[in-house]
């Protein structure tokens, strides 16, 4: 029997972004949601919600609160008190208040690229200066387990006493990277230290596509320092909801999270009422539809890391995380490869708007075929080149 992700469901009527972008000869393989269909009980929670004829402005539920509590504690074993909590529409709308509120005009925010671009554009977007601290990569000869760390002596050295916050994409948003305890701790220690903000950005922390590694929130790896952690937590990739917005930001300091929410007034608006519905029903009965979709992951993965191996032009190392794979194109081309895959049929993310242009970011959250279909055409166009 085929699995329930093998259907391809045809976007195209819905205003589908990812699949707007490009002519209909091309795949999309881009923004990041998924080409899945939700989890029935999202279906049938807004619509039975829709049954009310009045969507007024709407609070969380306490069962909504109850639930996330829930979830962090059985699934990343992390115990929050949910008045810690502050609901929002969007995970980047939180990221970018809490760095409005870190600090002074023109202090620095601190990222570590190749990293998901908006974390690169926010810190000047809010008046403050960007550090780049890049990724290290460590090849490893002929076994695509190469690895990306934290580059933790020049981390060191760009703190200082201008340094009002760190921008963390944990997993790691675009090298599918998880970072251990210990880093993630030590991360934590140099922000408390300088007296910045750890801002975590933690949207794709139930994407684990790893069997041995799980998912250490920072506030929990650096509970001493948790007054300077704020963690932003969403189940938009996770469900793929990412139309429906609906996020959480978590501060254990209740004046960081009046800050950040006083921020929000009138900017942002409010968490919409189906969106909470939709958050509810999946954070209470989402996760055997979770456990299919990692499943259907993985394999995509590994057929992915495999084919895209086979040519000695293209590279890929395994991820620990996320459906977004990074593909080293630097031996097909020294330029950004953005239009060699356009043209071959593929439209992919191109490495240069994260801080690195020999790199392409490939969604494969995607039904199998369409993938086989993609690769197919990358394959190909790069053997006829
Ligand atoms: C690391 C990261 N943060 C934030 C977002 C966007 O979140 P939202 O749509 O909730 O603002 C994405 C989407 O791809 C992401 O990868």
């Not at 085929?2 to 795949?27: C, L, M, Y």
């Not at 300091?253 to 909470?276: A, F, G, K, M, R």
């Not at 895209?308 to 995380?321: C, F, G, R, T, W």
Request: hydrophobic share 40%; net charge negative.
């Amino acid at each position: 029997m085929n699995h329930p992700f093998d259907s391809v469901i045809n976007r195209k009527d819905t205003e589908a972004i990812k699949w707007q972008k490009f002519g209909s000869d091309v795949i999309p393989m881009w923004i990041a949601d998924m080409d899945f269909a939700i989890p029935d009980v999202v279906t049938k929670a807004i619509s039975k919600r829709i049954q009310h004829p009045v969507l007024g402005y709407t609070s969380a539920a306490e069962s909504l609160a109850d639930c996330v509590a829930n979830y962090c504690s059985t699934r990343h074993h992390w115990s929050i008190d949910t008045g810690d909590i502050y609901w929002i529409p969007g995970v980047l709308p939180a990221v970018t208040a809490a760095c409005r509120i870190a600090g002074e005009i023109g202090e620095e925010v601190i990222v570590m690229p190749p990293v998901y671009n908006p974390l690169l554009e926010i810190p000047e977007k809010v008046g403050k200066k960007r550090i780049d601290v890049p990724m290290l990569y460590t090849p490893a000869e002929n076994t695509h387990t190469g690895t990306w760390s934290i580059d933790f002596d020049s981390l060191e050295k760009a703190f200082s006493n201008r340094t009002a916050a760190l921008l963390l994409s944990s997993p790691h948003n675009p090298m599918g990277v998880m970072f251990s305890e210990s880093e993630l701790h030590r991360i934590a220690t140099l922000c408390a230290s300088h007296n910045a903000l750890l801002i975590s950005d933690e949207i794709h922390c139930d994407l684990i596509l790893s069997k041995t590694k799980k998912h250490v929130p920072t506030a929990l790896a650096a509970k001493e320092h948790s007054q300077h952690v704020v963690t932003i937590m969403s189940p938009s990739k996770t469900f793929n909801l990412a139309g429906a917005n609906c996020s959480f930001i978590h501060a254990a300091d209740p004046q960081l999270l009046d800050s950040i929410s006083h921020e929000c007034l009138y900017t942002v608006p409010l968490v919409p009422t189906l969106s909470y519905c939709a958050a509810e029903a999946v954070y209470a009965d989402g996760w055997q539809w979770h456990s299919e979709l990692i499943e259907y992951l993985r394999g995509n993965h590994d057929y992915l890391m495999q084919a895209i191996n086979q040519s000695d032009v293209l590279s890929m190392d395994k991820l620990d995380a996320t459906y977004l794979a990074w593909i080293d194109t630097n031996k097909l081309t020294s330029e950004d490869a953005s239009d060699f895959f356009i043209n071959a049929g593929v439209g992919l993310s191109p490495g240069r708007q994260y801080g690195h242009k020999h790199y392409q970011r490939l969604n494969f959250a995607c039904s199998r075929v369409l993938l086989e279909e993609g690769v197919e055409r990358i394959l190909n166009a790069v053997k006829n080149r």
